[in-house]
Structures are given as structure tokens and as C-alpha cells.
């Protein structure tokens, strides 16, 4: 099973918007509406962002949002806020009870 | 609050055995799916291995089947996972993770195994 594909870095300026894509294969990201994403300060714990392509766990702003559209999910994290600054990691159910992660993409807020 | 603290972790020589706890409390362990996810020094995250409910299914990534097992103990609302024949790509922090809507919702602070190359 290989990692679903992110682009390495993604950047912003407070206030704008950033949009991070993840793309898989029809046998994982296209196949089922389980993917989640994942923030990650350095030195912490992943966090939980957006579960079922596009929902919200509570506590996480509205401001992250998810979507899919064929084999590429992607989340945008609107107004961007410095604390924002992270890796972020999608995840795709595979089929028989497997998961992968993407290969992680590092947000900068400029 | 849920809590998820790991345990076990250290310096295993290539060949070795090590055996990562992870004590669950704050919500009712014995009905949620578990599972390890690792992450490599400067890598990312990588899913290891879940186990049901009752710890009678459980699942693993290619490169750990026939040497890593998960298991739990609902009476001590603990996970475990047994390492074996370690290799230097096994070295990572370990976290263990409960499973909630195809997805990670609570996490531990993570866990390192370091295996010297």
C-alpha cells in the first residue's frame, strides 16, 4: 500500500486561505468517503481535524474544511491563523480494515 | 477526559523484542476499535496495527505481520503491542490511538523505540 501523495509545503498570509490536496487511488481516497486529516505541532501528538471527507470533530473551527472529488481529497483551512502553522496528514480507509496516511504537508503562515 | 498514556519504549538492539503499553481511561474501552500508528524520526505517520473490541480481529501493515502483535486487556483498559525482530526501520515514536468513525479522534503522547543501526 503506498502513501497517498500531498504536496510537500503549502504557505499563507494571515487572513488567507490555504488549500491541501491529497490524492490516492480508486482502491482507497476514490473508493471509500473515509478519509480523515491530521494536525501536528512539532513534538506533539496528532490531532484530528476532519473525519468522513468533510466533518468536523467539536472544538475544531469551521474554518477547516474538507471535500473529495475522485481520487483527490483536499482541505482548506480558511483565515489562517499563525497557530495554523503545522504538518498536516491525511488518512484513507484501504478496504479490509487497513489504513494509509498521506506523506504530509508543511503549512508556513508568512 | 480522555486519557492515553504509553509505555515501554526504549533502546532494542536489531533482532530484539519490546513490548509497548498504552493505559485508556476517560471513556469506555472495552467498545472502542484501538490501534498503533508510528511515526520515524523526521518521517510521517504510518498506520501499524487496530484491534476490535473484544480483540478477536486485528489488522497490520505488510511490513510488521508474523513479527508485531496488538492485543488488549478490557479488564485492565490496556492496549498492547508486541514488537519482535526488530529492524532499524521499526525505530519511531509509537502512538497508540482510539478508533472512532474511520478515524483517530484521541491520541497518546507518543512513545520512542530507538533501534541502532
Known amino acids: 500500500q503506498s502513501a497517498l501523495t500531498q504536496p510537500p509545503s503549502a504557505s499563507g498570509s494571515p487572513g488567507q486561505s490555504v488549500t491541501i490536496s491529497c490524492t490516492g487511488t480508486?482502491?482507497?481516497?476514490?473508493?471509500?468517503?473515509?478519509v480523515s486529516w491530521f494536525q501536528q505541532h512539532p513534538g506533539k501528538a496528532p490531532k484530528l481535524m476532519i473525519y468522513e471527507v468533510s466533518k468536523r470533530p467539536l472544538g475544531v473551527p469551521a474554518r477547516f474544511s474538507g471535500s473529495k472529488s475522485g481520487n483527490t481529497a483536499s482541505l482548506t483551512v480558511s483565515g489562517l491563523q499563525a497557530e495554523d502553522e503545522a504538518d498536516y496528514y491525511c488518512n484513507s480507509y484501504a478496504g479490509s480494515k487497513h489504513f494509509v496516511f498521506g506523506t504530509g504537508t508543511k503549512v508556513t503562515v508568512l | 477526559e480522555v486519557e492515553l498514556v504509553e509505555s515501554g519504549g526504549g533502546l532494542v538492539q536489531p533482532g530484539g523484542s519490546l513490548r509497548l503499553s498504552c493505559a485508556a481511561s476517560g471513556f469506555t474501552f472495552s467498545t472502542s476499535w484501538m490501534s498503533w500508528v508510528r511515526q520515524a524520526p523526521g518521517k510521517g505517520l504510518e498506520w501499524v496495527a487496530s484491534v476490535n473490541q473484544d480483540g478477536s480481529a486485528k489488522y497490520y501493515v505488510d511490513s510488521v505481520k508474523g513479527r508485531f502483535t496488538i492485543s488488549r486487556d478490557n479488564a485492565k483498559n490496556s492496549l498492547y503491542l508486541q514488537v519482535n525482530s526488530l529492524r532499524a526501520e521499526d525505530a519511531a515514536v509509537y502512538y497508540c490511538?482510539?478508533?472512532?468513525?474511520?478515524?483517530?479522534?484521541?491520541w497518546g503522547q507518543g512513545n520512542l523505540v530507538t533501534v541502532p543501526s
Open positions: 490511538a482510539r478508533a472512532a468513525n474511520w478515524a483517530w479522534d484521541y
Open positions: 480508486s482502491s482507497d481516497v476514490g473508493g471509500y468517503n473515509y
